[in-house]
């Protein structure tokens, strides 16, 4: 992934991902290499087409935050083949002498190879028109909106990871808007049964702790995560859990966006209220980049989740939405958002493995009943029952 601003700033003016990575690794800087003689330019590896691009004697490079978007949007990997392995160029639908046009739809993400067909001149055998482009381009980008939610999940079913925390209202408040049949949900029927919602499906109202009894709990939790997963089925979700970049983020974050973020989080008490509610102010803060949110403990999942994961320093999944990005005078970037669930660490998630293992192997992509679940162990709450930290980390 390419988060360099030497490789940023070559492929804005036309060079492979490959070739940027090896140059900024050899040192060089967009800046020295505008001083170079054009043959030498060829000798570092730049096509004929690029030169007058990285001299500036011809077309505008893509501006940056453009760039950036187009290569998230398609995970860095080429829309036609999608195959992660090969270095990547961003090229122009229409080419820029005709269109001067650099905005992202007009650009596509292609391997050198399908770059090579796009700019084949060869008409007859011009399969990778604009318009198989610009399709290719618009299903890719619509599956890999759906690869993050998908994965947060999939783990979670794989790797019998468990929801610490549900920011009931909420998820609930996002399921309705997005038109999740509340009913129809799986757990639901059960926790009707077990007096944890209406009929309508919303939450009874309890004083301090959400889940307590056992029937009650266990009925909640799959209720709840059932709810939650459909939810984010229906939305956008984007793991920024190694994007925590403050160059990068305002670009790809805006108000309102549900962002997963996995990583070591500090949670602090807050002092009481009066309302009986046990308020906790969670922080994340790396690369100057700092996020918090308020939550109260009381909606933990379980005795250990409450005793024992929502306190400290964790490390931890956090599915958010952002609510305000403010950059203060000294550069860190202040994300506030809201808390929507907390589950354990799954390391595939922390480094998108998933993007080349779960993904490719088909594990990702198609809907996987919720067995496990149905498997989820009744003894995790109990207090003497100490959660195998490696199991999690
Ligand atoms: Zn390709
Ligand atoms: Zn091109």
């Known amino acids: 992934m390419t988060r360099n601003p030497v490789e940023r700033a070559l492929m804005a003016r036309g060079v492979d991902s490959a070739l940027a990575r090896k140059l900024r690794e050899e040192k ?24 007058p691009k990285i001299l500036g004697k011809s077309r505008p490079p893509i501006p940056p935050d453009v760039l950036i978007k187009t290569l998230y949007d398609n995970r860095w990997v080429c829309c036609v083949c999608r195959d992660a392995e090969r270095p990547v160029v961003v090229h122009h639908i229409k080419s820029w002498a005709e269109s001067r046009d650099h905005s992202p739809a007009n650009l596509a993400v292609l391997c050198s190879i399908h770059h090579g067909e796009a700019h084949s001149t060869h008409a007859l055998e011009l399969t990778l028109t604009a318009d198989r482009l610009k399709a290719e381009k618009a299903v890719w980008e619509q599956d890999v909106s759906r690869l993050d939610p998908l994965a947060i ?10 929801w610490w925390y549900f920011n009931h209202l909420r998820v609930f408040e996002i399921a309705e808007h997005v038109g999740v049949e509340i009913t129809q949900l799986k757990g639901f029927q059960g926790a009707l049964r077990n007096g944890a919602c209406d009929d309508e499906g919303y939450l009874c109202s309890s004083e301090g702790l959400v889940y307590v009894g056992q029937a009650r709990s266990l009925s909640l939790y799959r209720y709840m995560s059932n709810m939650l997963k459909a939810a984010i089925e229906h939305t956008c979700v984007r793991n920024i859990s190694d994007d925590l970049d403050r160059g990068t983020l305002d670009i790809l974050v805006t108000p309102g966006d549900l ?39 009381n909606e933990g999942t379980s005795g250990s989740a409450r005793s024992e994961w929502l306190l400290g320093v964790r490390s931890l999944g ?11 005078l000294k550069g860190t970037l202040h994300i506030e958002a809201t808390v929507l669930a907390i589950r354990s660490a799954h390391e595939e998630l922390k480094t998108r493995m998933y993007e080349i293992g779960l993904y490719q192997s088909g594990l990702i992509g198609h809907e996987v009943e919720d067995e496990e679940l149905e498997d989820f162990d009744p003894d995790y709450d109990e207090d003497d029952g100490r959660i195998d930290d490696s199991l999690y980390s």
């Open 28 to 51: 060089w800087t967009l800046a020295k290499l505008q001083l170079q003689r054009p043959e030498k330019l060829l000798e570092l590896g730049f096509t004929e087409s690029v030169v």
């Open 259 to 297: 962002v997963f973020v996995q990583g070591s989080y500090h949670f602090a008490d807050m002092p009481p209220d009066g309302s009986g509610a046990d308020m906790v102010r969670g922080r994340r803060s790396v690369n100057k980049v700092e996020i918090t949110f308020v939550f109260d403990r």
């Open 153 to 162: 999940f999939k783990a979670t079913q794989l790797m019998s990871c468990q």
């Open 318 to 328: 956090c599915l958010l939405r952002a609510n305000k990005l403010e950059r203060d």
